[in-house]
């Protein structure tokens, strides 16, 4: 079965960085591309970006435009996503979504399986 | 980029009872490319319905979409307990990924 895992939480400073990690497994992992979507404390969903695991490509949110990094090591089957230049309105609840389809050359958007979340607060 | 409206904020209903969720978009959404989404306190979104009308796999069929172009509807026809929840809609067209602010179904 599908299965997204994410690393654990994150306490930083403003002006750090965070990089956060998400472990596939039961699937093929190239064929399907990957999302970042947060959740502040008690507000709704943000999507952040988009990687295609195949090829490396990436689609980021205008918001997070040279915030976001979006990576990939498919020796090991895991999306990584940095953010830096941290602030307090950062801190929340981060998810990596893997899309419904199969595709290794584009993306529906559909996100169909999702890890359990990553909470990085950022806090001095 | 297309602005998603979900009304209303709160839904105040008993178990067996009907649920009507509405979600507008702010332009055509192009070839019904919407989405809905259950999170529940504490865990990730669970994706329910895309395309519209189509249920993910395993979705029970009390769970219905319908619309197109700019107005869309979640039903829930007899909510049971596990359905307390919030609920979010999401184009995924020509912007991937477009949330609506969401609509939370409460116990009355």
Request: hydrophobic residues 30%; neutral net charge.
């Amino acid at each position: 079965q599908v299965q997204l895992v994410q690393s654990g939480a994150e306490v930083e400073q403003p002006g750090a960085s965070v990089k956060v990690s998400c472990k596939a497994s039961g699937y093929t992992f190239t064929g399907y591309y990957m999302h970042w979507v947060r959740q502040a404390p008690g507000q709704g969903l943000e999507w952040m970006g988009r990687i295609n695991p195949n090829s490396g490509g990436t689609n980021y949110a205008q918001k997070f435009q040279g915030r976001v990094t979006m990576t990939r090591d498919t020796s090991i089957s895991t999306v990584y996503m940095e953010l830096s230049r941290l602030v307090s309105d950062d801190t929340a609840v981060y998810y990596c979504a893997r899309d419904l389809h199969l595709n290794y050359y584009d993306s529906s958007g559909i996100k169909a399986y999702w890890g359990q979340g990553t909470l990085v607060t950022v806090s001095s | 980029e297309i602005v998603l409206t979900q009304s209303p904020g709160t839904l105040s209903l008993s178990p067996g009872e009907r649920a009507t969720l509405s979600c507008r978009a702010s332009q055509s959404v192009s070839s019904s490319y919407l989405a809905w989404y259950q999170q529940k306190p504490g865990q990730a979104p669970r994706l329910l319905i895309y395309g519209a009308s189509s249920r993910a796999t395993g979705i029970p069929d009390r769970f219905s979409g319908s619309g197109s172009g700019t107005d869309f509807t979640l039903t829930i026809s007899r909510l049971e307990p596990e359905d307390f929840a919030v609920y979010y809609c999401q184009q995924y067209g020509g912007s991937p990924g477009v949330f609506g602010g969401g609509t939370k179904v409460e116990i009355k």
